[in-house]
């Protein structure tokens, strides 16, 4: 662009459709965005360029749960910013403690990891592996991990290969083995799919992007009994149904379970940053050892602040 350009436009906002064009041409098409320019935004309100108000229906696929620009959250991001917002995992930092407090919000979970966005689930499932050596004593290079059909966990290479969506798999192959797939919500169908080589159940309480599919009653609870009784790891991606979306703080509440590893994301930071989590006992996530696993921005003091303001908000 040239410098008059530029100048031009900081003065004199480009009207709706120049946006929607500029967008268009130079940026990638991944999405097809309905042609609404969002300029800012309140609880459930979104104002376009043009000042028209609309009332959020989708609330960022659950990532503003809280509503936009909620104000405790802001203060908060406002306040750590200006004191210190990455530090790196070389040093500690007075902010990271606060996992104590996110894995005290689920029974069970004393250690958390934290990862910038998209990162968790693949956390989640090296950390499936790990102990499905390390503990369960499977053969090295045959760990299985059994995922549902149907399912929504982010678009990784790994992750995406054992997805059910043909699009989402589409041109982006070879992809990772050790994957099974069963139809979502059948019982039978994964206590056939177990093997003495399974080390993880990766599930969503609630399929999101599936078009929210809820389960036969009482599939959550046979399936933690399943896992239970062949040490196959319990691990529910609530990165959608959790914190709260379906009337419990976590969506397996429902069926008086509790799943081995969780897996929180989205609203954990209220729509103010990318921060997910996994959560686990300390027997599970203990399986990581010093430099095992790692992140540049994973458990920044900024992040940790923001979703600890979140997560009470
Ligand atoms: C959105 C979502 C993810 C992926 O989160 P990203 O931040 O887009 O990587 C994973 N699992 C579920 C259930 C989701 O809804």
């Known amino acids: 662009m040239e410098e008059t350009d530029h100048e031009d436009s900081s003065r004199d906002p480009l009207p709706c459709q120049d946006l929607v064009d500029l967008e268009n041409q130079h940026g990638a098409h991944n999405y097809h965005p309905l042609d609404?320019?969002?300029?800012?935004?309140?609880?459930?309100?979104?104002?376009?360029?043009?000042?028209?108000r609309y009332l959020d229906c989708l609330a960022a696929y659950s990532a503003?749960?809280?509503g936009h620009?909620?104000?405790?959250?802001?203060?908060?991001?406002?306040?750590?910013?200006?004191?210190v917002t990455l530090t790196s995992r070389a040093f500690r930092n007075d902010q990271l403690p606060c996992s104590a407090r996110i894995s005290t919000t689920s029974p069970a979970m004393t250690w958390c990891s934290h990862e910038l966005r998209h990162r968790a689930v693949e956390t989640?499932?090296?950390?499936?592996?790990?102990?499905?050596?390390?503990?369960?004593?499977?053969?090295?290079?045959?760990?299985?991990?059994?995922?549902?059909?149907?399912?929504?966990h982010g678009r990784t290479i790994t992750i995406v290969g054992f997805s059910s969506d043909d699009q989402y798999r589409d041109g982006f192959g070879p992809f990772a083995p050790g994957f099974k797939i069963i139809p979502y919500g059948d019982i039978d169908a994964l206590r056939h799919a177990i093997t003495p080589n399974t080390c993880a159940f990766l599930?969503?309480?609630?399929?999101?992007?599936?078009?929210?599919?809820?389960?036969?009653a009482g599939f959550l609870r046979q399936a933690a009994e399943l896992c239970r009784e062949n040490r196959v790891l319990l691990m529910a991606d609530e990165i959608q149904s959790g914190l709260g979306r379906t009337g419990k703080?976590?969506?397996?509440?429902?069926?008086?379970?509790?799943?081995?590893?969780?897996?929180v994301g989205k609203a954990l930071a209220g729509g103010f940053y990318p921060v997910s989590a996994v959560l686990a006992s300390r027997e599970?996530?203990?399986?990581?050892?010093?430099?095992?696993?790692g992140s540049t921005f994973g458990g920044n003091p900024l992040g940790c602040a923001i979703a600890r303001t979140a997560c009470a908000s």
């Open 64 to 66: 503003v749960n809280q």
């Open 69 to 83: 620009c909620h104000p405790k959250i802001l203060a908060t991001l406002h306040e750590q910013a200006a004191k």
């Open 36 to 52: 609404v320019v969002i300029e800012r935004a309140e609880g459930v309100w979104v104002y376009d360029v043009d000042g028209k």
């Open 284 to 293: 599970i996530l203990g399986v990581f050892k010093s430099g095992d696993h």
């Open 124 to 152: 989640a499932l090296k950390t499936a592996r790990k102990w499905g050596y390390k503990v369960k004593g499977i053969p090295e290079g045959q760990a299985e991990i059994i995922v549902c059909s149907g399912n929504f």
């Open 203 to 216: 599930v969503e309480p609630i399929q999101g992007e599936a078009g929210i599919q809820i389960p036969p």
């Open 249 to 263: 703080l976590f969506a397996y509440m429902h069926e008086g379970i509790t799943p081995d590893v969780l897996i």
